[in-house]
């Protein structure tokens, strides 16, 4: 039989993934780690410890020099294990544990209800952020964690989370911070979001982001090992005798990656590409804005534009790999790949399409 090579797609217009191609340094360490497995760290001592050096870094980046964690497959990952140390940490206490998270929380919290038998309860927005009158009203004696956002998906907006790990403190909950994509942008900005802006317990924070390791390669992490404690389970078979992550076999392949990529560019590599990509979204915001589309102003790197329906329609069969928010508006990730020459090229193609089929603006 002929054997078929596909080679994979390129990134040359995709404009809403929140991934992107990763650091040189980051695939040729996946590469060389590809068949470890850090679910198993009595036996594959050297990617163990790389995956403490990852957590490292990340404690260094959310400002928590003691930090505990894990590299995780990913956002949603790390998102369920926080809401199950929540429940766990309170299983005691309460038989209807709840969660409270904002409207703009990432579908991996519902996944994360779904799956733990807990009751996801979500509060209203105001001008794209969590609305803490909301919050305060929807917590009570039986919540068990408070969510705050730190890098919305759809609009790249920051929670007030010094006011939310308030409010969870104040009813005895956990407050954890959804910084998945936000996390590698966030310390070059004058957010308050981080553990040490805040009581945060514990958060999730993406390296195969904006952190360019390759995929995957998440991150939980959390203020204490007590919290990682409440995931534990005996593995009697292995040479370690607990596990608390939520996938037993692991690639090493995204361990090493994050390594490779958070010694290649943190801090300056990092803050280099937030001040391009920050800038790109501006561009792009000002460009769109001047053909007659209402843009959300880009507080970090994402532009979501109002744009009509026959031109994002036409400029997805033109190539452009390009999502919606929910409320329809189109929506460009400023991802390390997207460039101001693909920027530039897009700018291009809206107003062939424009004038082609005259299109209102």
Known sequence: MQRVEQDPQDFGQVLSSMCTEPHPAA?????????????????????????????DLLGEIVGLPDVAGYVAS?????????????????????????????????????????VLGVELRTAPLSNYTANLEAIKQQ??????????????TEYGRVDDIPALADIAA?????????????????PFTSHDWNFASADVDTMTIDPHKMGQAAVPAGGLLARGPEFLDELAIDTPYLESTSQVTLTGTRSGAGVASAVAA??????????????????????LAKKLRTRGCEVVPPVLPIVAADMPD????????????????GTDEARVVMMPHVDRSMLREFVSDIDDIFAEFDIGR
């Open 262 to 283: 958070m010694e290649t560019l943190w801090p300056d590599g990092y803050r280099e590409q937030y001040y391009e990509s920050q800038a790109n979204a501006e561009w």
């Open 139 to 152: 917590v009570d004696e039986d919540t068990i964690a408070v969510v705050g956002v730190a890098g919305s």
């Open 170 to 186: 104040d009813v005895g909950a956990l407050c954890h911070v959804d910084a998945a994509w936000g996390g590698f942008v966030l």
């Open 74 to 114: 990913g956002g949603t990952e790390a998102n369920i294990q926080a809401v199950r140390i929540a429940r766990n940490r309170f299983e005691t206490d309460t038989r209807n544990p709840n969660v409270v998270a904002p409207q703009h929380a990432h579908f991996s919290f519902w996944k994360a209800a779904d």
């Open 310 to 325: 026959r031109l994002i329609d036409t400029l997805r069969d033109r190539g452009w790999r390009l999502s919606r928010t």
């Open 27 to 55: 695939r040729d360490a996946a590469e060389r780690f590809l068949a470890t497995n850090p679910g198993d760290p009595g036996t594959y001592e050297t990617v163990a410890k790389l995956e403490r050096r990852a957590v």
